[in-house]
């Protein structure tokens, strides 16, 4: 016996039906959910009237970031395709009618509308000349189907479900690197680490941030260049920073040797150099000056590799290192935060002698540190 539930008055014979063999169907208290295969959906949104013909919001937005990311996720990994995302579908009718296997059973979405997910569908409706029907067979998309009030429901929340959402950043993502879940797990005396945004106090009182552990790290990372101190210097740096795990910069500063005691070392290292730059005079900072203001993680970079015995930067993280860490950065490091300041200003001066851009805007460029840097 065929399974129907409808909210059309008129004939169902008269609307647009979209025809599936679904792997698992169920209904729910508010609407239907179903399995299907990308390549099932290969010819729903293949169509050039498609968004017309399913009343999409949107028709397909092309080469956006957003549809590249989603094709090679199609075509590299297509388990995980149907598991980042669901189709949304209104409908005025879904009938079930039972098969005999293999066959299965068959799926009529009659009179179908495209509340949400358009751009997965023209993704999967594009692959089909590229990959096998094999391929799109082995991505399983979950499709919610809706008709009756809750129709109109899916379609009022969807249509601003943007308003609810909060992105998701590079930053959400470093709790899958292995090494800073070891990090974390570390003795931290009387205070703790933790990675993740919206985290301000730990149970001790003193937590590490994630931002101050970059930059901190950044600043006494073994790294010969100041690459890490200048992304490390904005929130969109520090952003790609995080963002390419397998990147030689972002392996110099969170590998499988890091420890909180080298944690802690470089922080007050970072911090210490910074209240130094932070309590200069004013008159320091006019002119050519503005580069304390402007580059303040330049600084605090360079000046950690001028000291006298120099930082083993190589031991860090090293719990048993025999170097007077405390003494040289409580002792020496301010001294050689001033006069580092002072030098990197007047070779600033030497090597852009006929400015002609703000300092605001020249200062912070990794080009003019390259230079400063040498």
């Given at each position: 016996m065929n399974s129907i539930f409808s909210s059309a008055e008129r004939p169902l014979s008269t609307e647009h039906v979209l025809s599936l063999r679904p792997l698992r169907v169920a209904q729910l208290t508010r609407g239907w959910a179903v399995d299907v295969t990308a390549a099932d959906l290969v010819h729903v949104a293949a169509p050039v009237d498609a968004a017309r013909r399913l009343w999409a919001?949107?028709?397909?937005?092309?080469?956006?970031?957003?549809?590249?990311?989603?094709?090679?996720?199609l075509e590299f990994r297509p388990g995980d395709f149907g598991a980042a995302g669901h189709v949304v579908l209104g409908a005025d009718a879904v009938e079930v009618q039972p098969g005999v296997r293999p066959f299965?059973?068959?799926?009529?979405?009659?009179?179908?509308?495209?509340?949400?997910?358009m751009q997965r569908l023209k993704v999967i409706a594009a692959a089909r000349g590229r990959l096998t029907y094999d391929h799109l067979q082995g991505s399983v998309i979950r499709l919610e189907i809706y008709c009756g009030p809750e129709r109109e429901r899916a379609r009022r929340v969807y249509d601003v479900a943007d308003r609810y959402l909060n992105?998701?950043?590079?930053?959400?993502?470093?709790?899958?690197c292995p090494n800073?879940?070891?990090?974390?797990?570390?003795d931290w005396e009387k205070g703790d680490f933790d990675p993740r945004r919206g985290m301000t106090t730990g149970p001790h009182g003193q937590r590490f941030s994630m931002a101050d552990v970059t930059s901190a790290l950044a600043c006494l990372s073994p790294y010969p260049r100041p690459v890490a101190a200048h992304l490390a210097a904005t929130p969109q740096g520090r952003?790609?920073?995080?963002?390419?795990?397998?990147?030689?910069?972002?392996?110099?500063?969170?590998?499988?040797?890091?420890?909180?005691?080298?944690?802690?070392?470089?922080?007050?290292?970072w911090r210490s150099a910074h209240s130094?730059?932070?309590?200069?005079?004013?008159?320091?900072r006019q002119g050519y000056g503005h580069l304390i203001e402007y580059?303040?993680?330049?600084?605090?970079?360079?000046?950690?590799?001028?000291?006298?015995?120099?930082?083993?930067l190589s031991s860090l993280?090293?719990?048993?290192?025999?170097?007077?860490?405390?003494?040289?950065?409580?002792?020496?490091?301010?001294?050689?935060?001033v006069q580092t300041a002072e030098r990197l200003v007047a070779r600033y001066q030497a090597v852009r002698p006929d400015r002609s851009r703000p300092y605001k805007a020249e200062a912070p460029e990794l080009g003019l540190w390259m230079e400063l840097a040498e």
């Open positions: 919001g949107r028709g397909d937005l092309g080469d956006t970031e957003a549809n590249r990311e989603l094709a090679r996720m299965g059973d068959s799926l009529h979405i009659i009179g179908p509308e495209c509340i949400d997910g992105p998701s950043t590079a930053q959400d993502r470093l709790i899958r800073i879940v070891n990090l974390m797990r570390g952003e790609a920073l995080w963002d390419d795990r397998d990147a030689p910069v972002y392996q110099s500063l969170f590998h499988g040797r890091m420890t909180p005691v080298g944690v802690m070392r470089a922080v007050e290292a130094t730059l932070q309590a200069m005079p004013r008159k320091s580059a303040p993680e330049l600084i605090c970079w360079k000046a950690c590799r001028s000291l006298s015995p120099p930082l083993p993280h090293d719990p048993k290192s025999d170097f007077a860490w405390v003494r040289a950065i409580e002792r020496d490091l301010p001294a050689a935060t």
